[in-house]
């Protein structure tokens, strides 16, 4: 299921003048430890040395290969925005549907660029057993990346924000736990605004009701947990603030087209872009590329990512 690999160190090492295929499964961090070479990604060749990092998104793939005379050895790890649902602010999960929806879906950061230094910094750390403790460091890249993004795409002063602004500025900074915890008239009255304001502003903003957001929110968090657990459908929709059944399965089967039994056996039998890679290749230790080899495509429709929820 979806998220063993998620925020977890491997190594990757690529013969002299061979390749690595990059599956296309979630967000990936790589950092170039060793040798030189290149990433190919949408017909354009990226040169990359030692200490470069490289983040690509979930809807980029590309090829990573190593010129002579040495092997390339490079860090990776997988981000699954999903699986932090409840942790992020919307203004990050803004963010993050900004980087993603990039033409090219790839940055490359120098070797000398604080984020680089920092990916170097974080995996030269002595070895942390998987779990906690790891994730907790890797993640650290995570919010690095969003700082970087955060101070290109600075937000006006306040001064010269309109009311419409204002609001979304507000709302954009709750975590989802905390917006969905508020009702529309405390969200009101921390506005300032009467509900009926509230709601009239919100949808000039983001295009849909308060309640609407939210039930959005929900639906995701619940494909979520379907594609990551065996929980029981009654168990997930109760995590998601569904008391009746009946209503949960009405909402999802609007959103992504089946129930939810249907829809997680579909995910099961046809994994999609963005889930973990097979397990020979995300093995612990060096990964040793050999001839390159091809990712099967994926040509049906994925429901909406996490990173992809918002407005």
């Known amino acids: 299921m979806l998220g063993n690999d998620h925020l977890v160190f491997s190594t990757i090492q690529v013969a002299p003048g061979r390749e690595w295929n990059n599956p296309v499964a979630g967000w990936r961090f790589l950092l170039i430890r060793k040798g030189r070479g290149s990433y190919v990604a949408q017909s354009t060749s990226h040169p990359v040395g030692q200490g470069d990092a490289l983040v690509l998104t ?68 002595p070895s942390l057993a998987d779990g906690l403790a790891q994730r907790c460091v890797v993640l650290q890249l995570v919010a690095a990346l969003l700082a970087d993004e955060s101070h290109a795409n600075p937000l006006e002063a306040s001064h010269h924000l309109t009311a419409g602004d204002r609001v979304n500025d507000f709302i954009t900074h709750l975590s989802e736990s905390q917006l969905q915890d ?19 502003l919100f949808h000039k903003n983001f295009g849909r009701s308060i309640a609407g957001l939210k039930m959005r929110m929900r639906l995701e968090k619940a494909a979520a947990l379907l594609r990551a657990s065996d929980g029981k459908i009654i168990d997930v929709a109760m995590e998601c603030g569904f008391t009746h059944p009946g209503m949960f399965s009405a909402r999802f089967k609007q959103r992504y087209g089946a129930n939810p039994s249907q829809w997680r056996r579909t995910e099961e039998a046809n994994p999609r872009d963005g889930k973990p890679i ?3 290749e995300r093995a612990p230790g060096p990964v ?9 495509a994926r040509n049906r429709p994925a429901p909406v990512s996490a990173a992809q929820t918002l407005l």
């Open 182 to 200: 508020l009702s529309v008239s405390e969200l009101a009255r921390k506005c300032g605004y009467s509900r009926r304001h509230l709601n009239r």
């Open 288 to 296: 040793m590329a050999g001839k390159p080899q091809s990712t099967p």
């Open 58 to 125: 979930s809807s980029t793939g590309g090829l990573l290969q190593a010129h002579p005379p040495t092997d390339l050895v490079a860090c990776l790890f997988r981000f699954y925005p999903e699986q932090l649902i409840g942790l992020l602010t919307l203004a990050e999960w803004r963010l993050l549907e900004t980087i993603a929806i990039r033409p090219d879906g790839l940055r490359v950061f120098p070797s000398e660029s604080p984020f680089a230094r920092q990916y170097h910094n974080l995996a030269c750390q």
């Open 278 to 280: 097979a397990l020979a």
